[in-house]
């Protein structure tokens, strides 16, 4: 099947682009970088590798009428995945660029439901402002904030990433997208490392320039690896991704922090 342009406009921070080609709806940013895509066969499942490694929490956490926040929305499978598989749960959105949700909303299926709130928004600046107001609401925090040159530059701060710890609740979890590829890693690597006491896991994607990053507040249960296992056979049941993949991956390439989260 040949590429076909759905839609294309720009605003002040440049190109969108959405796109079809086999049987995938991608979105574009300006570069070759797919900022989302998703199965026109299966337009509720997860496409990319990074997006299901983002769901690997679920092997440590659970949701149930619970508030999460995503900072960067995309074409919003994130958001689109939590709604429909967490009935119970909210989801507050931040997104730079209004075009962007009007585009998640008309070109990849992202609801408009009442459980669901897009705020247009810088997400520094969100947090920044609603950091007092919103202490220890959510029991997740997801950041997924790439531009075409990688993580927005408003983020790359260690006062940032305190802010969105103190949002958390105490038992709570932070996931944010890396890329391997940047200066920014080893900074962020070092700044979310002592802001979590090395609480944390990374779960590298395969094929791609994608870390998952994995950080742990410090109410977290602590899972023994044996219980996690069963865990990661139940999950993968219900949602179909390659979640005892997910649990080995995390074992292995973190040999100096999984003792910090979990028991054998």
């Known amino acids: 099947m040949s590429e076909q342009i759905i839609y294309q406009t720009k605003d002040k921070n440049g190109s969108i682009e959405v796109k079809d080609a086999n049987g995938v709806r991608s979105l574009y940013f300006g570069s070759f970088a797919q900022q989302s895509a998703m199965s026109l066969k299966n337009p509720d499942q997860l496409h990319l590798a990074y997006t299901k490694a983002m769901m690997s929490w679920l092997l440590f956490e659970e949701i149930g009428e619970d508030d999460v926040l995503l900072i960067g929305l995309g074409g919003g499978s994130l958001a689109k995945y939590l ?58 925090i997801m950041l997924d904030a790439f531009d075409s040159q990688g993580m927005a530059e408003a983020l790359c701060n260690p006062e940032f990433f305190a802010a969105c710890k103190t949002m958390l609740k105490k038992d709570g979890v932070l ?18 490392g002592r802001l979590f006491e090395a609480k944390l896991l990374f779960l590298p994607v395969h094929g791609m320039v994608n870390v998952i990053g994995l950080f742990f507040h410090e109410d977290t249960p602590i899972y023994s690896q044996k219980a996690l296992q069963k865990r990661a056979v139940q999950l993968e049941k219900i949602h179909h991704l390659p979640f005892k993949q997910f649990l080995k991956d995390l074992i292995a390439y973190n040999p100096n922090f999984i003792d910090n989260v979990t028991s054998h």
């Open 83 to 140: 709604l429909q598989h967490f009935p119970e749960c909210r989801v507050e959105v931040v997104e730079y660029r209004a075009v962007v949700a009007e585009v998640a909303h008309d070109y990849f299926g992202l609801p408009r439901d009442a459980r669901l709130n897009v705020v247009i928004d810088d997400g520094a600046r969100y947090v920044k402002e609603r950091v007092n107001l919103q202490r220890e609401l959510y029991s997740l």
């Open 175 to 192: 996931v944010v997208d890396l890329w391997n590829t940047t200066e920014q890693f080893t900074q962020l690597f070092s700044w979310l």
